[in-house]
């Protein structure tokens, strides 16, 4: 099998990694990848927004498979121009991808659906979203209703600050994205990442994990993309699991049928558990970043069988082998990060990591040049461990962390000490 990776982070590294442990994978490329990816894989420049190119591409590349790492080409609608071009291609239509690109569409969804989560109002003026949050009070949390690069959630501690927000959202601090405000409850609880594969009929849960978003020690400080990530949650018990199943994500896949949108590819359910009680903080439509590092490290060779049978509509069949395991990732970022940082700097002691199915090193924003990777980005690496227990694959990572020599980078070096 040929298959096309669209993307460039340490998820797709990710993927690339495990879809190479796969023996039915003749070929893979990554589109358009990084340095990490491009030393297991072809990398190739393509503007992975434009449906008609990656079609032209996949065509042109004898491409069997292609799977679509980030949320914006499926928000664009790349995935249907591959299907319609007769290309089998794991991720979700435009109509379905809304379940990411607007939370008042995934609102209006989990009303319909039943599902339990955030209540809720949806304005498309200032005055009327200020009325909302004086009648209900604070805290509160304000949205932006369209993709904001996970930038458009607004947690207000007081009404004044929540009315600042609306009024920067109306006034275009997030452009089109916040043209539209969604004004939710806020809720108490802890917080899980839960992944789903749906292949529009049918569900198969593959994993859950915890991410840190905040940038400091502690989970202190400005939010970002998520600085590190482990798998299984413990908070994710048999029961809440259950609960997530029966009560969250199968009646929305069957709200998306009914509606003749069904979902296909990777639901990832933001979820608060509180009280045994898990309720939906928002969709994902694309693994997580870092998530899916965790997940991936612990799938191994499945991962690209269990992806191939959601995107034929084989889930029916499929099962996974659960190990008992856990895994974790480290993110390595920029000196700044997650406000501004510089680019280029030199990282070193890359060379001869242990790299095998416990431990890798995935790359996010890197490239290399004469011999020399530097960073190109905000977050750049994630050492990632499997063990035993999550102790054990939280020294490994960190070992790994250990031999890097970057003095523009940093990491936190508390990752999963809710768990540990
Ligand atoms: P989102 O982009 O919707 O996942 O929001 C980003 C983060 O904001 C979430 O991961 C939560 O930590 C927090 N958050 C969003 N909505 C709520 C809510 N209704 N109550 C409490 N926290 C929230
Ligand atoms: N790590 C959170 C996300 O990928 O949205």
Wanted: charged letters at 20%; glycine letters at 12%.
């Amino acid at each position: 099998m040929n298959i096309l990776i669209l993307g460039s982070g340490g998820r797709e590294h990710a993927l690339a990694w495990a879809a190479l442990q796969n023996p039915k994978c003749d070929k893979l490329i990554v589109a358009p990848g990084n340095a990490g990816i491009a030393m297991i894989a072809d990398c190739a420049a393509l503007d992975i927004e434009d449906g008609g190119a990656v079609v032209t591409f996949a065509e042109e590349n004898s491409i069997d498979f292609v799977i679509v790492g980030p949320e914006a080409p499926l928000a664009a609608g790349v995935a249907d121009r591959l299907r319609d071009a007769g290309l089998l291609v794991f991720g979700p239509s435009a109509e379905a991808a809304k379940l990411e690109a607007s939370k008042s569409f995934t609102k209006e969804i989990c009303d319909a659906a039943g599902a339990p989560t955030a209540a809720y109002g949806h304005f498309t003026d200032a005055d009327s979203a200020k009325a909302y949050v004086q009648a209900q009070g604070a805290p509160i949390v304000v949205k932006a209703d369209g993709l904001a690069a996970g930038k458009g959630v607004i947690i207000a501690e007081t009404v004044p600050e929540a009315e600042a927000a609306i009024d920067d959202m109306f006034g275009g601090a997030f452009g089109g994205a916040g043209a539209e405000v969604v004004i939710e409850e806020f809720m108490q609880g802890e917080e899980a990442s839960f992944f789903v594969l749906c292949d529009g009929t049918d569900v198969l849960p593959i994993g859950t994990a915890q991410d840190h978003k905040r940038v400091g020690e502690g989970d202190t400080g400005p939010n970002t993309g998520g600085m590190g990530a482990y798998s299984p949650a413990p908070v994710m018990t048999d029961a809440v699991t259950q609960k997530a199943m029966d009560e969250i994500i199968k009646p929305t896949m069957a709200e998306m049928a009914k509606r003749g949108t069904p979902f296909q590819g990777i639901l990832f359910a933001g979820l608060m558990i509180e009280n045994g009680q898990p309720r939906l903080v928002e969709y994902n439509v694309r693994f997580g970043d870092p998530e899916c590092q965790v997940l991936m490290m612990r799938l191994g060779a499945q991962a690209m069988d269990l992806m191939h049978a959601c995107a034929e509509g084989r889930l029916a069949d499929a099962r996974v082998n659960w190990a008992d395991d856990h895994a974790m990732t480290v993110v390595l970022a920029a000196t700044g990060y997650p406000g501004s940082y510089d680019k280029g700097s030199v990282i070193g002691g890359l060379d001869g990591l242990p790299e095998d199915s416990f431990q890798m090193m995935f790359h996010a924003g890197t490239t290399e040049a004469d011999g020399k990777i530097t960073a190109t980005g905000g977050r750049v690496l994630n050492a990632t461990a499997r063990g035993t227990t999550l102790q054990e694959a939280r020294d490994r990572a960190y070992a790994m962390v250990d031999r890097v020599d970057w003095p523009d980078g940093f990491c936190r070096r508390d990752i999963g000490w809710r768990a540990l």
